[in-house]
Every structure is written in C-alpha cells, then in structure tokens.
C-alpha cells in the first residue's frame, strides 16, 4: 500500500499512525509530490546547495503546494487552511522533512510563508490582512521576521533598532542580524524600540515593504549547513506609513513570540524528519556496504548504533508527540514544548553523528545527505532558542508551578 510505504519511510516504527486519517492523507499527496515533482525540481542541485538567490526555484514549490493544499496546511479554516491540530501537523511536517530534501522549508511555507504569519492573523487590520497577510497565504509574497541584532539575541527584548513617530509615518533605523529568508522576502516584520528612552523596553511591530526606500539586505555568510538565504536587513532613514503598525505599541516581542509554545513544538518534527532520514540512509548503506567479507550491518559495533539511533529518534518522537496531546488538550505545555525542543534537537543531532560514522569516508565528503543532515542538525540546538535558553524555561517553569 502506498501510505503503508510513506510511513514506513517517514518513520522506521512498529507503531501505529498516530494521526487523523485526513493528515495520512495528506502525506500521501506529500509523498507523490515529493517523489514526481521536487525530485525533479532538485535533480540538478547538489543536496548542500541553498543559495538565496533562487526565488525563482523557490516560488515553484509555493506555488506546487499552494496549488495541491500544503503550502497553507497551518491556516485556520476559515483562511484555507486544513484545520489540523498540532498532533497532525507535526506529523505531517516530520514526513515533509523526512524527505531529506533541502527545497522541504518550501513545501508548508515554513521559512517565508503561512507559518510565519499565522499568529498575526488575529491581530492585523483588514487593510493589513489585504496588503501583507493575503499575498503571503496565496504564495505571491514571502515574509521574514526580523528580531535579531548584533548585540539582542538571547536577550531579544535588548534590541537597539529604533522606529519613531512622524506624523502619519514611522521612520526606522537599525541592523537587523541573522533573518532567514531576508534576501529574498518581499515583506519583513521588524522588531524595534519606540521609545524615546533606551532604557525603557518599549518593542513594537511594524510590517516593512523590502522595496522601501531605506531597505537593504547584506549578506555574504553562509550557515555551516551551506545555505546564503540568511542575512542581515539594514534600515536608514526607512519610512513607513503608520499604518504598517502591528498591534498596540509596545506588544511587538508579545507578538511576534506569542505563540512561542506552539513554535518550538513545531520545530521538533524538523529534527526528527531530518533523523529520520538519517536513520533510513544508515540502515540502506549498513546493508549495502560490505567490509571484510560482509555487509557492515552484520558487525555488532554498527548494530548497536543503528539501536541508538532509533532509541534516540523513537524517545524525541514520542515527546514531541505527547506535548502535540497536551497542547492540543489545552494544556499550557510551554516548560513541555521547550523540553521537547531541546530534547529533540539534541537526540536529533546524536542520531546524524551516528550516521557519520556508520557511512565511514563517505559520511564525511561534503555532497552526501547524511554529511549535510549532521550540519543542519547541529544548528538546532542554537536556533530559535538555544538549549541553555530552553533549560532556563523550563527549571523557570517548574519552579513557579511550585510558587517559587
Ligand atoms: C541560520 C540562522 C537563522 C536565524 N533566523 C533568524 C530569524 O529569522 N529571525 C531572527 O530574528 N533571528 C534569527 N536568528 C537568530 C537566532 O535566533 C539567534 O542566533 C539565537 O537566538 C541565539 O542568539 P545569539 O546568536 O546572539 O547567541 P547568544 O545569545 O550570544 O548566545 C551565545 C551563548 O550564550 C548562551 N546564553 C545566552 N544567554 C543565556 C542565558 N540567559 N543563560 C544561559 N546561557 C545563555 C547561549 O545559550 C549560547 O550558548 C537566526 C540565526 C541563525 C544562525
């Protein structure tokens, strides 16, 4: 059976779907589209290769996904989305991650589409949801967030990037450091202080038009997993209307981190998609690759790593899955999902070490997917909140439960 395929393959376990049957079947489609279509679409790019400049390559896959239904899977339904709950999401995007391929961030939007404006939607004025919110959902635009500056990272609330009022407009300047998706989104939302005094933390949100006077983006840095789509966005003397405002004054870090919980559930199914691929690539090459007269997979020593991997893959899964439950039940979950963020990551980025060593030379020339998969999980454990960020949730957490 063909989804029987798609879930072997999405995940080597015994257990059974643990989703709706609409999300089985919408990673079935995942999987035709994948395998008729992107592997098309990557079949003269090397694996490592990400360059920022191919939007043009890019808006095919939003506009693929768009046209058959993932590309807004995020939405609420009355926006065209599917309505599903975090547990089908999350499963459904660790099948699109499991792929192994690198156009995968394109196919739910999850770099510059739906996701990143689906905590705005509620919060935005009809004149906004037209001129920003629409464009994105429909795949016509791509949206970045930008927080981020040289010296407000951790401390996202220390950014320096100020907005100030004049007349019916607002005039920012500052460096933003680090945006994905920055060289070649259409809109950004920018973080920055509007208030007069640096010593008050006063962070507002405004949508900026990359095509606004004011606007650039420098690059030049690649991450170590090889993509250039990160970059920084330089604003001088950058006018905006007023109207660009989002929210109330002073709510921009609420904002833009209110729905934190529900983000770093959410990043989990990208690390075990991509373990998972992992996973599979060692369990096809210990079968394959023969030494000393047989197949590696017969010497106990590659045996009890393809065993920790799975133990490793098997426990994030089913973390992630159970905050999916809680949150989805209603449950606060935020201490739940920064466990699960670090807990996945980390297991995540021990499963593609594994599968270094068990690919031997070949696992470390550059070209592979496992080489790549072991440099794209090892920037998890830094992005959207790093581990030691993350224990400060949760022991922060567990202690206030406790009246601490
Ligand atoms: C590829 C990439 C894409 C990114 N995309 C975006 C984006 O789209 N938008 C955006 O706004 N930003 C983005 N970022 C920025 C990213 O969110 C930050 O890099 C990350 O939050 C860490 O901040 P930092 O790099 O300044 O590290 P720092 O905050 O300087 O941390 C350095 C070290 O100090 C530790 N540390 C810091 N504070 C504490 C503390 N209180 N307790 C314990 N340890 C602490 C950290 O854990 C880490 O080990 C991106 C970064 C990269 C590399």
Redesign the pocket.
Known sequence: MANETARREAAPTAAPFEGSAKAQAMIERIDRFARDELAALESARRPTEEPGGERALYEQVWRRANALGFYGMTLPESMGGAGFNLLDQALIKEFVYATGSPLAPHILGDLTGPPRVVGLIDQVTPDQMERFILPVVRADKAI?????EAD?????GALQTKAVRDHDAFVLDGR??????SPFADIAVVLASTSADPAERQITAFFVEADRPGYRVEGGYK?MAG?SH?ADIVLENCRIPASNQIGATGRGLALALGRITQTRLLLCPTMTGLATAALNDSLAHATKRRQFGQPIGAFQAVQHMLADMAIDLAAARALMLSVARTLDAGGDGRAEAAMAKLFCSEAAFRVADRAVQIHGGEGIIQGGRVEWIFRMLR?YR????????QR?TIAKDLLARKGA
């Open positions: 970045c967030l930008a927080i981020t407000a990272g951790s401390d996202a933003k450091r680090f945006i994905s998706g991450t993509q990160t920037m830094v992005l959207a909140g790093t581990s030691e960020v400060n």
